[in-house]
Structure formats: C-alpha cells, structure tokens
C-alpha cells in the first residue's frame, strides 16, 4: 500500500477470499506447488509456509482496512514502543481468531496431513526475553480483539532469544536464526524506509529570522526498512499492525569509501549498519551498558517517531496544534526512552516548533510503564558514550534536565540534595544519563504493572517524583491474553467452558465468573468429570513433551508442580529445589505416610552472563538426575528440567499444570503473567504475598491459594539481622536438605562445582532470603500435597481458579 489516493478506498466485503475447507485446500496446493516449487513429500516446513499463506492471504482485506480506518483522524492512536514483542508462533492464533480451524483442519485431511503437526513447524517469534516482551505480544492481542487503534514498534531481530541447550547439566546458548527459513507473516514495507543519525557534531546558528537554531552534522546514516506484521482480533474483522525496523547500511554510506578505493571498508561499514538489528541482547535484569544496545534503543525511537510524524504530516500538514490529542506513545520500560528527547529533535530541529511547543507535545503524549524495582535493571548511560553516538540528544537531554532542575529548586528551595537525588544526570562514579528519571520528566503518565508494585514505586524508587507529581503516578496490573492461552492453548477446556457459559469469555474474560455456581460439585457431578478428564488428557500432552524432550516418565496421576520463567535469584528456583531434596530426603527415611505423588518440572533461560542462575539450572538437572534414577524413589518423585523454554511450551504447559510456583522473595517480582496463565486454566497457585499474586489471592480467595512466606515489611525488617545459617541449624529438615547438599551427593564427579550456590543462600547479606522462607513453603506445600489427594475438593479450587 502506497501513500497515494488509491489506497484511501476502502476494500469491499466482495473483496475477500472464500475460507470453505475446498479454498484452503485450492490455495494449499497452489501455494506449495506453483509458489514455493515443492510437493507434498517436501520438508514440512515447506507446508507450514504454504498453509500460512492461504491463511495470510485472508487477513489481507481487513489488514487493508484496518489501516485505513486508523488514519482517520477521528481518534487518539496509540504506539507500544517496545524494544522486545514475544509473539510466539502466528498461525494457530490466526486460525483461532478468524476461526478457520476446523476448515483448515479438513484441507489438510484431504493430503493425509495433521494441522497439529504442520503448526508445530513454525519457529516461535523468540523477540523477547520473557515477561516485559510477552506482555507487549499479548497487549497487542487485546488491543486488536478490542478494536483499539494501537500500532506496535519494534525491532526485527535477525536473531532471537538464544536456544538453550543442556549439555551435561549445563545451559549452552545457541544463536536462533529463525528469519532462515522465509517468514510469511511479515510484509516488507521498503517504501516506508526511514534514515536514523549517529556521531557526528552539533552546530547552533541563527536563521534568517533571528532565531536560534543546532544542525546535527556530518552523522553516519543507518536506513530502517519496516516489515509489518498483522495482529488479528479475535472474530472481529480488524488487524492491527506490528512494525518492525530491520537496519541496513545507505548505499552512499558504502560509496564513500568505495570510491576511495577502500572496498572492504566499506562492506565492513555496511555490516556495522546492519549489526544494529543483529541479535536481541538476552538480559532480562542486569544493564550492560553495550554501545550496540543504545544504539538499538536510539534506532527503534527515532524510526518510529518519524515514520509517525511522517504519517500525521500527510494529513496535517505542519499543524501540529492537535498532535497531542491524537497521539500518545506507551514506553515499555526506559528501554525506548530515548523518543522523549528524539521527539523534542524532531519538533524543534526538523520541524522547527519552539521549545515550548515541542516540551507541550512530548509531554503530553509519553507515558512510561515500569517493569522491575531491581536496581540492576536500571539503564544508565555514560555521559561520554552518549556525546559520541548522539550528541544532539544529548544536548537536548541537558536542556530537559536543565528545566526540571529549575522546577525542583522551586519546589523544594535550598534542597540541594533533592535536586542531586532528581537529576537526570547522575554525576557520581563518571557522569550518566539516568533513563527512568528521563521518562518520568518526559512523561504525563509513569504506571507499574501489579498494584503492589506501583505501590512499592512511590514509596521506594521513584519517591522524589511522587511528592513533585502525584497524579502522574498510577497502577496498570498486567493481564493476558485468553485467546492464546486458554482458548487456542486449551481447547477442550475451552469447549467445555463454553458449553456451560456460552463463548462470550472468550472475548470479554469478565464473563468468566458466569463459572463460579459450577464449581460446587454437589449438582455437576458429569461437569467435574469432564474437567477432570480435560486435564488429565492435559496432562498426557505434557508428559509426552516431557519424555521428548528430558526422558523422564511424568505419570498422569502424580500432582504436576510446575515452575517456568527465566531463571534468576530473585525467582527463588533454588527455594523449589531445597523443597525437591526435602522430599528426596523424606523418601530415604520413610516418611512417605499419606504421600502424594509428584513430579516437578522446572524451565527457564539463564543471562548467559548470570554465572549463579547458570549454576542454578546445572544444580536442577542433577538433583533430577540422582532422583529419577533411584528406585526407592519411583513414581513419588519425578524431577525435569524443560530445555529452551519458550512461548509454546508455555502453551503446552500451563493446561497440563496442577500446583504453579510463584515463589519470589516479597517485593521483587513486579508482576509476573506465568501466574495468571496457570491460574486461567484451572492450576492452583502456591505463592508469596508478591506482585500480582495478591491479586489472584483477593480475587480467588484464600480457601483457593496457598499462601506462604515473608511479606515485603517483614523482609524488610528481617535484613538487618538475617542469620541464615542460624535457621539452618534451627530447622532439623534444612539442616538435612543442606547436609546432603554439602556431602556432594548431587556433584560427586564435579566437586565443589555448588559451593558459590550454597554460600549464596547462607550468606546473611543473601538479597532473595531463601533460608527465611524454607519452612513456611514446606508446610504449604505438605497442605497443597494433602489437598490434591481429594481430587473433588481439588476440582473444585481448579474451577474457581479458572473462574476468578
Ligand atoms: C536492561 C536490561 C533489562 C531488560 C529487561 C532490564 C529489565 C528488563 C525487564 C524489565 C525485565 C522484565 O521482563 N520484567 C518483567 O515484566 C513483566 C511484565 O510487566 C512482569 O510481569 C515481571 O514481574 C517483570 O519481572
């Protein structure tokens, strides 16, 4: 589509391609053999591609239309900046949401194929690293379903999130080159190309007009290509738009040098464009302060925010009297916000709004979403880093902070120290631009993602913001998408669901409580069956994934204890692990009265830098090995550790899970999602008083949750005297869990390789205090291993769960 008159017709219904099972099945064939040159006994990767061009040829009309209907001028657009949209794979989701998939189903019957098996060909879209990237991904899911006006922008990666592999016990990265074999779900939009600026140098002159003007000269052009990506709702007839900027290198750019005879410079320089959108950097806490990644960051906003400026231009003009009331730009994280100054760049340098123009436009159109309250997960960037690679947004910055200081003096006279606290600037340890503080000055909206959270943000991290503006501070708890996660990842719960409540959920998740009078099974003897029975059919999915991909035999009847998510300190995997060992402990003495079976799975990537999470992962699979192999032990205890955990396993996992873990130490996990995904499909959750726990705890009960440990005050209070090594002592099964740990049991051929792990946990300045909360959780866990021994209570809990 061209910004030309033409595309302003908006395409009739007539206009769209028949789906009957006979179509698919025409367009299948055509795709296969006329487009791609392949038969039916081809690599099936080449089927999966075939059948999502049908399927994509069908989105197109509303595609179309969709866009067209944004460019009117009659709403408030949004754009989700994002440096990471973990979508996962597209075509179930398209099926689901144009609901094709039994069409689909019988056209692929007619060349003996399984949907199923052509579906699990599509590489997952890894662009993320876990929650921050898959709750963008699911936002933009709603948005559609919704029918709000709401533009993705990102980065097309070339590779993803790393694959993990393990070897020995070992995480080993593998780089994902998932663009290796074509990608049909995204449309190349060269048309739409963009130039972004780095180095070079500023010059402030006068115009003719008097006025005091800055060129950015002599800078290194990188061009960003847009490939669009469609993002269907859910049976509604609109595709929203994922835009993804891919880097490559201008061609005068290479010609300079070229023509000085210096060919494989300028190649070389051609590369170092394109690094720019190379890899996704795989950290998910720390900052690491690598030029590529603000360059990244630099790339997506100024991409972004002039391909919008672009687009309101075509119907404005240079009037951009209304451009605050029509847009608004969410930041996911500080990672994008950088756009605060590149919008007050474009406005006043290349649109030549004055300062005060520009400040009311930026200012009333940024809203900044944070995402974590680990201070390691603060970007900063050196001052000197900025000045060589943006000195014009630097500048620009110093103006900001500048003004803002001004404001602080006033509000707070003589308050130096506040003004050294508030500055965008920090000028301890070398000179750095403090990204948050940037978001919160450029913002009119800075929201946290659980209640308690944001909550935390006012009374701990960004406190100073809070008395200068309340009222820009405010609570958006995360949610989830049900589409993907119950309605395409579980159907035969979904099908049951809707048999008692009608569809509607599927769309409006409030009327999912339409649920609650089935949980008692007084009266729905056959439903709880049948719940039961989707579970369990679940569960068998689970365990074939499991002996797949760990051998290890998951019986359908043991409880499924699931923790998945990146693997990270705060997370407490180790928490899960000291429980796995108390049991193994309680197995070789016999204590195994009224036990209940178990088997515990445990997925997640490690930082390849994260050297204790990496440890972490290395203790797991070991402890899963010592444990399965031991015929004392048998069906009581089944220990996995699920290599490359990503969006699909996800898909496969959270129906088949009975107990979910959310186990992080109070106050550090800002949200979590992984929680609502199990609890919507009917898992019980065993949680700290953390995030967005509380509330699924207010909103199932706590008849319905198993609730233990620490709360954040009580951590809190709990640091200045924490002895772990004195509630070791005190605590005759941790001592015992810690004994074996000590004796090598789990490490006889590597010794030593646990030690800095065990320190960690007895040290008394350990942050994530696991020691304090081991007694607690192992009681919870005892109540959560009696309860699933009445399966009709337990049913029951499951049906509120899925229901609240
Ligand atoms: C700069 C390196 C870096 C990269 C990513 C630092 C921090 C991040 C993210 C903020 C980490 C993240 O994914 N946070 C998670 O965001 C989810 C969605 O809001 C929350 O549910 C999780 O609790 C939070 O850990």
Redesign the pocket.
């Known amino acids: 589509m061209n910004d030309t008159q033409d595309d302003l017709c908006v395409l009739p219904e007539t206009e769209k391609l028949p789906t009957d099972a006979k179509a698919l099945e025409h367009d299948f064939r055509r795709y296969l053999i006329h487009h791609l040159g392949r038969f039916l006994g081809c690599n099936p990767h080449y089927l999966y591609e075939a059948l999502s061009l049908t399927v994509r040829d069908r989105i197109m009309t509303d595609w179309r239309n969709t866009w067209l209907q944004h460019r009117l001028p009659k709403q408030r657009r949004a754009y989700y900046l994002s440096l990471?949209f973990l979508i996962g794979r597209a075509l179930g989701n398209h099926l689901l949401n144009m609901d094709i998939e039994e069409q689909s189903a019988e056209a692929m019957q007619k060349f003996s194929l399984s949907l199923e098996e052509i579906q699990s060909e599509e590489p997952d879209a890894g662009l993320g690293?876990?929650?921050?990237?898959r709750?963008a991904a699911c936002f933009m899911d709603s948005c559609a379903t919704l029918k709000l006006p709401v533009l993705g922008y990102g980065l097309r990666y070339e590779y993803g999130m790393f694959r993990q592999h393990i070897q020995n016990g070992y995480q080993v990265e593998e780089p994902d080159h998932w663009l290796r074999d074509t990608n049909p779900w995204e449309l190349e939009r060269a048309e739409y190309t963009q130039r972004v600026h780095f180095g070079g140098h500023t010059e402030h002159f006068t115009n003719r007009r008097g006025e005091p003007r800055t060129r950015w000269l002599n800078t290194e052009e990188v061009l960003a290509i847009p490939f669009d990506v469609p993002v269907s709702g859910y049976r509604n007839g609109v595709v929203n738009t994922l835009r993804l900027w891919k880097a490559t290198a201008t061609d005068e750019f290479n010609l300079d040098e070229f023509n000085a005879g210096s060919y494989p410079e300028s190649v070389a320089a051609k590369n170092d464009a394109e690094h720019i959108t190379m890899v996704l950097?795989p950290?998910?806490?720390?900052?690491?302060g690598k030029e590529l990644r603000l360059r990244q960051q630099y790339f997506l906003a100024s991409a972004s925010l002039q391909d919008i400026v672009r687009q309101w231009e075509m119907v404005h003009g240079d009037d951009y009297s209304n451009f605050a009331a029509q847009n608004v730009f969410q930041l996911n994280?500080t990672?994008p916000a950088i756009a605060v100054a590149e919008l007050m760049r474009i406005l006043i340098d290349d649109k030549h709004l004055s300062w005060d123009q520009a400040w009311e436009i930026t200012s009333n159109t940024m809203a900044y979403?944070n995402?974590?309250l680990?201070p390691e997960?603060l970007?900063r960037w050196s001052v000197k880093l900025f000045e060589r690679l943006l000195p014009r947004l630097l500048e620009i910055i110093f103006d900001i902070n500048a003004i803002f200081l001004k404001q602080v003096a006033i509000h707070w006279p003589g308050d130096s120290d506040r003004r050294r606290r508030m500055s965008i600037i920090e000028e301890d340890h070398g000179k750095s631009v403090r990204m948050a503080y940037l978001a919160i000055v450029g913002s009119f909206s800075v929201n946290g993602?659980a209640e308690l959270h944001s909550d935390l943000l006012k009374k701990g991290l960004f406190r100073d913001f809070y008395e200068l503006w309340p009222e820009k501070f405010n609570n958006k708890t995360?949610g989830v998408t049900p589409r993907r996660w119950i309605a395409h990842a579980n159907p035969e719960m979904t099908a049951l669901i809707s048999s008692k409540i009608g569809d509607g959920w599927i769309s409006d998740l409030s009327q999912i409580e339409k649920l609650k009078p089935f949980a008692g099974s007084a009266n729905n003897k056959l439903f709880h069956a049948q719940w039961q029975a989707a579970k369990r059919s679940n569960k068998t999915r689970l365990a074939e994934l499991v002996k797949k991909e760990c051998g290890v035999d998951f019986a359908v009847d043991s409880m499924f204890d699931v923790q998945v998510k990146r693997t990270h300190e705060y997370k407490r995997q180790l928490l899960n692990v000291l429980h796995i060992i108390h049991l193994y402990n309680r197995i070789r003495r016999g204590d195994t009265l009224d036990w209940t079976n178990r088997c515990v799975l445990i997925g997640g990537k490690a930082a390849p830098g994260y050297f204790m999470a990496k440890r972490t992962i290395k203790l797991i699979n070991n402890v899963a090995e010592i444990i399965n192999c031991d015929p004392e032990v048998g069906d009581k205890l089944k220990v996995a550790f699920l290599p490359n955990y990503r969006v699909s396993s996800m898909e496969v996992i959270a129906p088949a899970t009975d107990l979910s873990e959310q186990i992080s130490t109070a106050g550090k996990?800002?949200?979590?999602?992984g929680n609502m995904k199990f609890m919507m499909n009917g898992a019980l959750t065993i949680g700290t008083y953390d995030?967005?726990n509380i509330e699924i705890l207010d909103a199932v009960g706590s008849d319905n949750f198993f609730l233990f440990g620490l709360k954040v005050d009580e951590v809190e209070a709990m640091r200045a005297h924490y002895d772990p090594e004195s509630i070791i002592a005190a605590d005759e099964d941790l001592k015992a869990v810690f004994h074996l740990l000590e004796s090598g049991h789990f490490n006889i051929e590597e010794p030593g390789i646990f030690d800095a792990v065990i320190a960690s946990m007895k040290d008394p300045h350990d942050p994530w205090m696991t020691v304090a909360d081991f007694r607690s959780y192992i009681e919870i866990q005892q109540q959560a291993a009696n309860a699933y021994r009445d399966q009709q209570h337990w049913t029951r809990m499951s049906i509120m769960n899925t229901a609240c």
């Open positions: 990471e690293n876990g929650g921050l990237g709750l950097y950290n998910d806490s720390s900052e690491n994280d990672h979403t995402h974590t680990l997960a970007e993602v995360n996990e800002a949200s979590g999602t995030g967005a």
